[in-house]
């Protein structure tokens, strides 16, 4: 996160220094004025994530704890408008993150670690609403409904955790929401975002065996993702 910040600062740094009068001036140089005003316009994005599951059990007992990693997301983006403040936007991406879930009742390792590695191709259609723009700095904040094909999650193999296979649904659905600000410099807008990810339905394939320790007590199993994206128009 620190590297985020440094990323950022360096940024508008440059872009301050690189025209007579910087974006934070008060009274600055209006950059892009009309870009905004096309119908369509097209991006990309780079950025970083960090997936976690939300389990719900049958039974109280001992929680299976998750441990997250930082991931990383690249992608690219339509952005329709609809009205002045309004737009839609269409983000797919590839995300790529990992999981090491543990569970609490079992004393060797190779029992009780499951790494889930996931590759994501990410669908997400989000409404984006934007503020007034002051100066060259446009605050939005964004939300709406995404799908996602899982490209490793040991869906179509018959193994499961017996033979150390942890196994999710090929597709989830989640509800995102998040903010961002429009940075717009001489050539082109950076648009730094963060937003959270949220799966509406369980993504968990059950072991063969209906007693399994593993997931025989799971009710449901939910990814949810902190994702920070950092957009280039």
Excluded: C
């Amino acid at each position: 996160m620190k590297k985020i910040a440094v990323f950022i600062l360096l940024l508008l740094s440059f872009q301050g220094h690189s025209q007579s009068k910087g974006m934070f001036s008060k009274d600055p140089i209006i950059n892009l004025e009309n870009f905004q005003k096309q119908r369509l316009y097209f991006g990309y994005y780079l950025g970083f994530n960090s997936f976690d599951f939300k389990i719900d059990y049958k039974t109280v007992g001992p929680d299976i704890q998750v441990q997250k990693s930082t991931g990383f997301n690249v992608g690219v983006v339509a952005d329709l408008k609809l009205q002045e403040y309004i737009n839609l936007r269409f983000e797919p991406g590839l995300y790529y993150t990992k999981r090491t879930l543990n569970y609490p009742n079992f004393t060797r390792e190779i029992d009780a670690l499951r790494d889930v590695n996931s590759t994501y191709i990410h669908f997400p259609l989000l409404l984006k609403f934007s503020s007034l723009r002051t100066g060259n700095i446009r605050p939005y904040i964004v939300g709406g409904l995404s799908t996602t094909l899982n490209l490793s999650g040991n869906s179509k193999t018959m193994d499961d955790n017996l033979q150390q296979k942890f196994r999710v649904k090929p597709w989830s659905t989640s509800y995102e929401l998040g903010f961002g600000i429009d940075f717009f410099s001489e050539y082109f807008i950076f648009s730094p975002s963060i937003r959270g990810s949220f799966g509406l339905k369980d993504e968990l394939i059950r072991d063969n065996d209906p007693n399994s320790p593993w997931t025989s007590n799971i009710e449901s199993l939910k990814s949810r993702a902190i994702l920070i994206n950092f957009t280039f128009h």
